[in-house]
């Protein structure tokens, strides 16, 4: 194991040394960087050429200049030195700094939409799998690759215009007329038809549920003003709890397992009561306090989980932690929600929530809720882009994966052996699918660390895909080198560890030292 | 169930609550603090391309669009450029004038009460520190720059100031007077500390003691000689290596000092490539008064994302880079006001004088074939439906004495196509021209497109000879094509731009236009003083340069801005410091 880890390393470090060479060959040759004042009239151009030249020392042939530039990166090997010398970009700052911030701008826009898009991608795909050939997995395919075929920079200006302008203009006076709320309605109906699947009688009376219930909220949350003044308030989150409490017990112990459900329930009634006393304490909340409420909640699950006892405390503990984070998950967004009238009064905001650009509205000097629900206005948009447009893979991943495992000689085996289904599904089947899935995450986290170029561009922040794009248009290796050596080290480590990974997950296969 | 293990529960539950009490955040509440923020007076949001990374725009590093955008409302000067491109003074900072002819000598006094925000006052110090970096005066580096040393780095042209010698001060250290060797035609615009840096910071900075002591040691060095490169100076050195690097930054500083301000407002808040924010400099009284409380710069490089920042109210000033699809969509917001008008870059045609239009009928011909008015309404009209074709070489609209200029200048004989005057000219004649320019730039595509068209009328063989974006520069005046469509950007305000391009043998001059009268009236022109002479031989010039065939300017490109209704009172600047030559007239509604 250790001599192929090691092994795997020193290739890498050969790769990179040769990668890295071509890189930066091609980007000295893509184009002249004293472009600008060739033909220009400024009476001093010589000596801004002279200065340029100097900057970037051109004079050197590039083959040279990129051993110069590799004697500074190596410096970056020594920890601690503070030797670590990539160049400098053509405004004069050192690449090293301007990697950090772009660093920090793209880990904040991608770690959602990654997150998010693993989640969905793998539900959907699942879903898909055990209704293959469904209405629904023919929906679902088509919706998938049409995002993905779709152009980004078209769709982040859709986005814009549909999800930002106009939803502003809808809060201005946010009242959602009868006829828009009966086409919603409808609209939702037919997406329950389609989903809910089974005999035509089923499938009639969730649809018309869905309408009766979708219709009923958006007029009940008109009437009241709900966009304006949002909230759960302790009714939906007893709620939504017990449905959360029955969901996850469901699907992480079984419903006959009467100690799981119990432990989930009685967690939710924790949670209510938690809604009441923690509010004082919310409202002076630090994101340090924020991940120990966290713990505390889950850890607070678990102790009630092991307390029912029973003959499988796991599965227990495992409902009653899930259960308990979900519900504080529900409690920290009615928070939030209690804090939008001020968000959208602040002065800085005025009364258009939802941005376009950047990742936070400047001087905004709110609480902790309310420059979350800052960061969330600004990164909502830009997260909602990326996450169409690589929804697609995960899903098709997941579906072509489930269905392979899901006609394995063992799953049938483990229906002859009397399991329930959803133990056949969640435990024997989706286990196994993931871990190809496993690879394809480690893939893609990598090749997002190197920016969302285009999303970047047109929303306006400023990230590694823009540093990558300001150093090609301008013909300035060092920034595209500092993104290269960033983006090649992240892909070079995830798929290190997606093959460990993989031998972790799947005994099957053991990495030969 | 049974209750103990429940209470049992409830009871860690509720010690784990209590122990999170403790690490709770001090900001007393959700109300108060957002409610701080609320609406303090005006405020505006203005919407530039680039990222701010430095407080000294002087540097050539740092002398981009945007730091001296931000340099432009931190700082007072003796003058400022209105949008009609005329020099206006600023009398409540200062006064400057020419107290003599013979040798020129011009003497700039600060008003007392000017003072930097930190309260120490805007004096001579500063005077000589700018003087210093804009003339070059102590830089003895040589051509290839291996020997000797280049102190301050500066953008700007040292040929003007670099022509004085060490200023004279007085009047309680509050101006000084300059002394150049030669008549300086731009004398009025050499001093400019729209972007000056405060000596007494460098001085502190570079260890010395106060900005006496860097009056006293700048008064002791000798004028810098390429020709004679003397080992560096370490003081003048260190206070140099400050100037370049010591004032770039993407964040605010811890330190004050780097960022101080003597002009209607000072920076107050940066998030790095993201936005600036500025607040007004209390103290200031001395020039115009702005009436906004605070200015919030935004930065998006995209024209597109531009006008939806507008357009959902993130930003209330816009100056996109102009196309039709920008155009229109910013005619479709409601609320929101365009403005439309010309910038100071202009596209020309050049034609060599050698090759096969060395003779002046052929270049003649091929002038009158080049169908300018359809270049203007197919590349232009659509972006500003009032374009005309650019009529002088000199001189742009925005100009007095573009009118003047254009009655007689000679241009008047390419107003329209004339195949038949040119098939006259050429008798007979069909020679091959070959046209460069740049064939990723669609204008450029679209222009030679139209010239070929019309000049194949005439019996000119036209050779497509369009280069990459990154080949054709380097193409320029190497002399592998007959004629060539680029652009220049007209310097607006002082002359000494001209000879750059016109005289013969010059840096610009890639066409080798040479023509000894012109030259005469150039060498003439840049040592004049006065501005109503001045405008006199620029006249003649652009009459010398038509009548020799030289080529023709074809059109301005045009400079789009967009302001929402919460503001009123801004106005286009077709000069690089755009919408904010007038910030102070910028008022919420």
Known sequence: MVTYIVRRLITAVLI?????????ILTAASGDPLQEYRGSNLPNVADLIKARTQLLDLDTPAPLRYFKWLAGAGGCLIPFAGSCDLGKNLAGQPVTAALGQAMTQTLGLVTAAIILAVLVGVFLGIITALRQYSALDYGVTFMA????????????????????IDFNNFLRDPQIPLLTALTIGLVVAVLAWIISGGAVKRRAVSAAAAFVVVTAVLLYLSVTNWFRSPGLGPVVILIAGAAIAFGVTLLSAGLKNRKALYSALITVGLGIIAYYSVQGLLDQATPLMIVLLAIATVLVGA?????????????????????????????????????????????????????????ATPNLNGDYWVSGLDAFTHLILPTVALVLISLASYTRFTRSSMLEIMNMDYIRTARAKGLSERTVVMRHAFRNAL????????????????????????????GMGVLFFDGISHVDPNPVMGVFIVTAITAMVFNLIADLVYSALDPRVRVKS | MR????????????VAALALSACAGNSGGTSSSSAAAAKSGGTATVVEVNAFNTFNSNTADGNTDINSKVAYPTHSSFYYIDNKLNVVHNDKFGKFEKISDNPLTVKYTINDGVKWSDGAPVDASDMILQWAVASGYYNDADATGKKGTSYFSYAGDTTGLGLTSFPEIGDNNRSITIKYSKPFADWEIALDMSAAIPAHVLAQKAGLKDSQAFIDLLKGLPKGDPKAPKPANAQLKKMADFFNTGFDTKTLPSDPSLYLSDGPYIVKSMTPDQSLTMVRNKD???????????????????????????????ADIVSPQASSDTVEQLKAIQGVTVDQGNQLAYDHLDLNFSGPLKD???????????????????????????????????????????????????????????IDGAKK???????????????????????????RESATKAGFKIVDGGLGKSDWGKALGDGSYDATIFGWINPGVGVSGIPQIFKTGNGSNFNKFSDPAADQLMDKLIQTTDKTQQNDLEKQIDQKIWASGYGLPLFQSVNVDAYSDRITGVKLMPNQTGVWWNFWEWAAK
């Open chain 2, 284 to 314: 200031y009284n001395w020039g115009p008064t702005p009436s906004l409380d605070e200015i919030t710069v935004r930065y998006i490089g995209d024209s597109a994302a531009q006008v939806q920042a507008l357009k959902n109210g993130e």
């Open chain 2, 3 to 14: 209750l103990g293990r429940i209470s049992k529960a409830l009871g860690v539950a509720a």
């Open chain 2, 425 to 451: 000219l050429l008798n007979g004649a069909t020679p091959t021209i070959k046209i460069m320019y740049n064939k990723d730039n669609p204008n450029r595509v679209d222009a030679f497109s139209l010239i």
């Open chain 1, 145 to 164: 690759f049409l995002f993905f075929s779709l152009p980004i920079f078209w769709v982040a200006v859709l986005l814009k215009e549909y999800g930002a």
């Open chain 1, 303 to 359: 102790a009630v989980g092991y307390f029912m006892g029973g003959y499988d405390r796991g599965q227990n503990m495992r409902a009653g932690g899930i259960t308990a984070f979900l519900i504080g998950v529900l409690i920290v967004a009615d928070k939030y929600m209690q804090n939008w009238p001020d968000y959208f009064n602040n002065g800085r905001v005025r009364g258009r929530p939802i941005a376009t650009i950047g990742a």
């Open chain 2, 360 to 418: 002046l009928n052929v270049r003649q011909a091929f002038m009158k074939t080049v169908p300018r008015q359809d270049i203007v309404d197919k590349i232009i009209k659509k972006l500003d439906p009032n374009a005309k074709p650019l009529d002088s070489q000199i001189f742009v609209p925005q100009q007095a004495s573009y009118a003047d200029s254009v009655k007689s200048n000679g241009s008047a004989d390419y107003q329209s196509v004339d």
């Open chain 1, 435 to 462: 871990i190809p899935i496993a690879t394809v995450v480690a893939f893609d986290i990598g090749g997002l660390i190197g920016g969302a170029v285009i999303t970047e561009t047109v929303f306006a922040i400023p």
């Open chain 1, 16 to 24: 990179l040394l040769g990668a890295s060479f071509v890189v930066y």
